[in-house]
């Protein structure tokens, strides 16, 4: 049986000695005490994570989610030149922490405001549309329509 199989979630092997962990070639090793442990198995070796860093992303700040990239890639396939725009803005949106749509507007002073929380960013300048459904309680970000200026104007931003 793999040494790591032989280690319950306490760490402890059945024979009561404290655990220790080991990710393969890279050779790094750490005591697990009164922690309780997970196993990822991933390609031929059993990766150790403590408990905690399942949750590293609730203690960092609140950055916004956005949902969904594949909406982006899938335009950015079609209009190749405006791929470095969508992920710098992709990024820059992810890193972001925006509680109200005034702190947007100090990062995106062009972005247009709706109704319903909805915001109309300029892309490649101006010459395509993103419009977002923004929710600042749960720091999340809906894509709703991407498209060229006149794609945009033949839409209804508020109801899409």
Not at 8 to 26: A, D, H, Q, V, Y
Not at 93 to 100: D, K
């Amino acid at each position: 049986m793999h040494e790591a199989a032989k280690i319950g979630k306490t760490g402890k092997r059945s024979n009561g000695e404290i655990g220790r962990r080991e990710e393969g070639e890279m050779g790094l090793r750490r005591a697990e005490v009164k922690y309780s442990i997970s196993i990822i198995k991933s390609c031929s070796y059993y990766k150790w994570i403590p408990y905690w860093e399942h949750f590293a992303s609730l203690l960092k700040e609140n950055y916004l989610s956005v949902i969904s990239k594949k909406i982006l890639l899938e335009f950015w396939i079609k209009h190749s030149d405006c791929q470095q725009s969508l992920k710098s803005w992709f990024q820059e949106t992810s890193n972001a922490v925006w509680n109200s749509p005034k702190e947007l507007k100090t990062d995106y002073p062009t972005a247009s405001f709706l109704m319903d929380n909805r915001v109309v960013f300029n892309i490649k300048g101006n010459k395509y549309r993103l419009i977002v459904k923004i929710n600042y309680d749960y720091h999340m970000i809906w894509i709703r329509f991407i498209g060229t200026h006149s794609e945009y104007d033949k839409i209804d931003a508020t109801k899409i």
